[in-house]
């Protein structure tokens, strides 16, 4: 890649995020609770294989 003028690209300045697996998070079950300013939350994994996050 070549840059010009010292300008970075998009690609350049992004951060990925952190990558958590689902299934981690459940600890091998079908549902978690994620806790964020002080509200209980739980991500469901449903028998389809989808994400829910519900308060």
């Known amino acids: ?3 010009t003028g010292g300008a ?16 981690d998070l459940t600890d091998g079950g079908k549902q978690a609770w994620i806790e964020h300013s002080g509200q209980i939350y739980v991500l469901r994994i449903t028998r389809a294989g989808k994400l829910i996050l519900t308060k």
């Open 1 to 3: 890649m070549t840059r």
């Open 8 to 23: 970075e690209s998009t690609a350049e300045r992004w951060t990925r995020p952190p990558t958590h697996v689902a299934e």
